[in-house]
């Protein structure tokens, strides 16, 4: 069994310990499979035979997977950060099987240093926030042979009792020791308690950046919370449309506030999940007419209960395909308008002529948020901050190095911001790969610090690929 097959079964069963369906783990494993993998030459051969599936055809499904994984490599999966907002005690482990399945897919085809930087970009973005206090960095040994990682929960405390997290749910009692094997662990059921308000608003105040942002996001919640006591007192209420514009270029941290918005949201009662379900016109239109009406519906039934977030929703204007999944979409967030949240997302301009195409968008989508561009200060701060959370150093120099990179870089609409600064650090990881390959054993200090000379001359092309 290769190890990229090993890796999914592993995900698989951790899922299985979490109430997850196995189906849906192994289509987050395989697509994320897929992103690390993608610079690699013939790296779809042995994804196809590790994922299980015909040789016929593998290409094709390889791309496609590493299309709708890209969004893995700087955000948790669906389900983990479910799992993280539920504080589930498998979200540790799964997160751990979801890195072994980024570091797996490293090695497919013929090795490039830029999936060795891809690899541990996903692998960040996953165990960000599972309570893991260890994330061994990617040394470049793991080319060769995934590393094993050690993990072991830590308790988060409660967060004090005033404003808004006067709805929190009671502290949640200790977890067991971790065993050295989980597969033998029998997990009792253990009441937890999801992230309070006060907390993910934190978290959103924890962000660089967005102060127009967070300071709507801070009235809606108020507002919401609000609407919610008067409805307990047996008030009436006005009717608060809760569905949301993004406004905004590429890499402004749209999706990361939808994270939080969703959480927010399940947080006052207001959603029974909290999850979030992104998709774009791909994952909502399908080839033939009447075909597009069931597909809709299907990545509606998968939000419900959380929050469905359509990103550049404008390209569902134009053409009858488009029409056909916009009117399935007013009619399914009117069925599920008490527990569906809609944010759609894109630039300005289109996004205004989408929500004109049809009156039920106009009535439904009345609260629009702008999300600014990053200073130079804002992203060299985004980019050490990814860095850390990968397990990186970076000197002054090295974030000298990326202004004068910043400076160099032409601004316009597509300008892809903290996504740019992404694809910069995922390069500069490879090329600190490929200048220790000779090391046959480097330091942790080796493995951690990044050089100036990382972030190389043709940095500006290579952090315009990619998500």
Known sequence: MSALAEALAALESVAG?????????RAEGE???????????????DWAAGAGRPAAGGAEAFFDAAVRGRRFRVAPTPTMGLLELERSAQAPAYAAALADVATAASTLG????????????????????SSLDVRAPLGLDRLDQPRARVVQPVQTPPAPEQGLDKL?????????????????????????????????????????????????IHKQAAILRIEGLRKDAGLGQPTITRHLVFNGNPGT?????ARLVAGIYRALGLLSKGQLIECD??????????????????????????????????????????KEAIDTLVKEMEDKRND????????????????????????????TLDFADYSDDELVEIFGSMAEAADYDTADAVLDRLHAVLEETERG???????????????AIGRQAWRLRDVEKPTVEQLRTLDPADLGPDTVDIAGEGA
């Open 17 to 25: 310990r979490a109430g997850v369906e196995a189906g849906v783990a």
């Open 168 to 216: 929190d749910q009671p502290e949640a009692p200790d977890q067991p020791e971790a065993l050295d094997h989980p597969e033998q662990k029998v997990v009792e059921p253990v009441e937890t308690p999801t992230k309070s308000v006060a907390e993910l608003l934190g978290e959103l105040d924890a962000l660089t950046g967005l102060a127009d942002v967070k300071t709507e």
């Open 281 to 322: 016109r791909s994952e909502l239109v399908a080839g033939y007419l009447g075909q597009t009406a069931a597909k809709t519906a299907d990545m509606v039934k998968r939000a419900e209960g959380g929050v469905l977030f359509i990103d550049e929703a404008y390209s569902l204007t134009g053409d009858q395909y488009g």
């Open 413 to 427: 609409p597509a300008f892809g911001n903290a996504r740019f600064v992404r694809n910069v650090l995922e390069a």
């Open 253 to 257: 941290g749209k999706t990361t506030v």
């Open 340 to 367: 569906l949240v809609v944010i759609v997302a894109g630039y300005p301009g289109p996004m205004a002529a989408f929500i004109a195409e049809n009156p039920g968008l106009e009535s439904r989508f009345r609260t």
């Open 110 to 129: 013929t090795p490039d240093p830029r999936a060795v930087g891809n690899a541990a970009m996903a692998s960040a973005a996953q165990l960000g926030g």
């Open 31 to 45: 697509s994320l499979a897929a992103t690390v993998a993608e610079p690699n030459k013939g790296a779809f051969v």
